[in-house]
Nanobody, 123 residues
């Protein structure tokens, strides 16, 4: 599975962005997917995850109620809709894939990672 994240950019506080993670590989449909982020000087932080059938989602406390993860099986793509953005959301966002663990926020359990996309929120 290869992952390609996109959609980052510069946005004002209170604004919205939608990140995309395009996956290649026929087995993508069987993988649970997650988004993580890392701000300068900080450790990697779990953002959100969605199971392979899109019937269950899981969010980090700092983004609950503001971010929504979804997936489109036909397009082999996972999305992260980010609303009400705050300066503290500024980070490099990466998508990742895992199979067989159930939804997880533990980065080391994820098997495949895409390159990051920068999100910068200005005040």
């Amino acid at each position: 599975v290869q992952l390609q994240a996109s959609g980052g950019g510069l946005v004002q506080a209170g604004g919205s962005l939608r990140l995309s993670c395009a996956a290649s590989g026929r087995t993508f449909r069987y993988y649970d997917m997650g988004w993580f982020r890392r701000a300068p000087g900080n450790e990697r932080e779990f953002v959100a995850a969605i199971n392979w059938s899109a019937t269950n989602t899981y969010y980090g406390d700092s983004v609950k109620g503001r971010f929504t993860i979804s997936r489109d099986g036909a397009k082999n793509t996972v999305y992260l809709q980010m609303n009400s953005l705050k300066r503290e959301d500024t980070a490099v966002y990466s998508c990742a894939a895992v199979r067989g663990t159930g939804l997880t926020s533990v980065a080391r359990q994820y098997e495949y990672w895409g390159q990051g996309t920068q999100v910068t929120v200005s005040s």
